[in-house]
RNA sequence: GGGCCGGUAGCUCAGUUGGUUAGAGCAACGGACUUUUAAUCCGUAGGUCGAGCGUUCGAAUCGCUCCCGGCUCACCA
């Protein structure tokens, strides 16, 4: 043979060998169309989700026939320990004669585990409500034998059986029937211990799903989180909107964009940094109560608690103020507790009442979300954690020196709030609403009328994590454009009259009415009440590098 | 961007001071088994040790560069 040959067969074979995991895998999936199988299934309709039919356990008995013709029927007796399965088998062998006699059930779902005994086979399939096991016997299946010859670890299939219990006492169904609903060519994780690189449990975030223990039920509390909060709104009358996530400019919040382009109209266009200008604009409109829940793009950093982009959910109440959102913030947490708790049985959680248990797991400590959360001013904080007097202009600015808070010619309330963010904010285990901040760092904040100092500002603080940010807003439109001036002062002319947000300023004169807005950073709720230390382990596809 | 740690079979991981042909478990393949529980038992096959360059008689192991990831600090909110 030619060298060239050569080397272009080797090059050629790596492609071939290149999974000899998934030839064998493959073969099957041609010997299932052989057995007259569509391998790629299809409707699959009537069948009962494992939870359904694990909940039916108590409908399997024990028929006796008698000598008259008739039949004796015995409950089962708990079959949990050893003793019990095999007092029971015993019982069975006494009796001589009978048999388990459960429900007909159809169920489908993937292959996590296969345990071949011969010509009887053990398969446990999982569905979105949990395992079930499938007794696969070669004279109870009949022609369906070989079909199971050709299951492999990570296929779906589907299953009509009886619902009995084994010799051990495992719930299982006896099939008698099965059906072929999809191959999995790619050989799955490790059965036992499953992802563990956090990178590939990220990009293939379904297997995660289907093999790392916790994952796929923390992703269903999100949603039932977020189902909660919609429906908590919902009952006190606020509207969901949806606003558009291209902006000509990204207001609401000091954040850099991401930038793209509108080929038709060649304009460049930022995704959204923040909800709240076209939700102000829809209560000049007259909406009275709005709000919105979704996705803002931020160009920053990533870290354990940011993502570039997250869900935000922002609120208004006309003829509100922040402390009405104080009580809705604590309406929304609390009511999402109850949600996910609903769901997951008290004994789950080594609780044995059914009561709603409002402390949950953080790291090694836990988060007592009882209502209503302490409600502490930003001075007090300060003099509690910082452990100088707040309004000592000297001490504060002392202390900022010594962990190297810079001074010189900046506002004294700017060095305050660098202070009150390094010593007190990593101090608040919370939850806690921080109020009365200063009204120099707060300039889109209404004033207090008695005390024009202090801002109509609350921020709530879990875990030293800001999860809640609240206002009072600002409708005064001259005033509006002015702070929007001002904070755009450093720019040169030409960026800041771009970045003006002209039109929001407009609505505003038309007369927004006085109200509350709230924003509360859903990922980071959702990792609270979920005990979930990262972010990238409650957004089901963080962003990632591409794959090289 | 800085510091620390890591990348070995499809998955989870060992691999000594640089020393023979790189190992195990699971998964796969062949065989036994109709009540197993990560089933078990016997046998087989499976590797560009992240990539490249270098040092050396000899490199998974040492050095340099790069790629990828994790933690952490900084930045950012």
Known sequence: MPEEAAAIATEESPTEDLSTLEA?????????????????????????????????????TYKVPDEAGGETVHELPPLETEEQCKAFRQWKADQGRGELVGPKVRAAGRIVLHRDKGKLHFID????????????????????????????????????????????????????????MAKSIAPPPDKHSGLQDPELRQRQRYLDLIHTEGVLPRFLDRT?????IRNTL???????????????????AAAKPFQT????????????????????????????????????????GISQKHNPEFTMLEVYQAYGNYESMMDLTEACITGAIEAIQAVHPAGARGDATSEVNYCLPWG?????????????????????????????????????????????????????????????????EGPVFVTDYPASICPLTKRKRDNPEIAERFELFIQGMEVANAYTELNDP???????????????????????????????????????????????????????????????????????
């Open 24 to 60: 064998n895998r493959r073969a099957k999936l041609a010997k299932i169309s052989e057995l007259g199988h569509d391998p790629w299934g299809g409707r699959f309709d009537d069948r009962s989700l494992i939870g359904e039919i694990r909940a039916r356990a108590g409908e399997i």
């Open 125 to 180: 399939i999982r569905d979105l409500t949990g395992d079930l096991q499938v007794m696969v016997g070669m004279k109870q299946v009949g022609d369906d034998w070989e079909l199971a010859q050709q299951f492999d670890l990570g296929d779906l299939i589907g299953v009509d059986g009886t619902l009995i219990r084994s010799n051990t006492g495992e719930l299982s169904i006896l099939a008698e029937k099965l059906h072929f």
């Open 224 to 228: 039932r989180i977020v189902a909660s």
């Open 234 to 252: 919902a009952q006190q009358n606020f509207v969901e909107v949806e606003g558009p996530t291209l902006h000509g400019i990204a207001g609401g």
């Open 261 to 300: 382009h509108h080929n038709a109209l060649d304009i460049e266009l930022n995704l959204r940094i923040a909800l709240e200008l076209h939700l102000k604009r829809l209560m000049v409109g007259g909406i009275e109560r709005v709000y919105e829940m979704g996705r803002v793009y931020r160009n920053e």
């Open 364 to 428: 090694g400590t836990t988060i007592d979300f009882k209502p209503p959360f302490a409600r502490m001013t930003y001075n007090q904080l300060f003099a509690m954690h910082a452990g100088v007097d707040p309004e000592d202009e000297q001490a504060v600015a002392k202390l900022a020196e010594s962990i190297g808070i810079p001074t010189e010619g900046r506002h004294p309330d700017v060095i305050k709030n660098d202070v009150f963010e390094e010593k007190v904010e990593d101090a608040l």
């Open 478 to 548: 001259d005033l509006q454009e002015e702070l929007f001036k001002t904070q755009l002062s450093g720019l040169s002319d030409e960026d800041s009259m771009a970045k003006m947000d002209h039109d929001f300023i407009r609505a505003l004169r038309y007369g927004m009415p006085p109200a509350g807005g709230l924003g509360i950073g859903i990922d980071r709720l959702v990792m609270l009440l979920t005990g979930t230390q990262s972010i990238r382990d409650v957004i089901l596809f963080p962003l990632l590098r591409p794959e090289r």
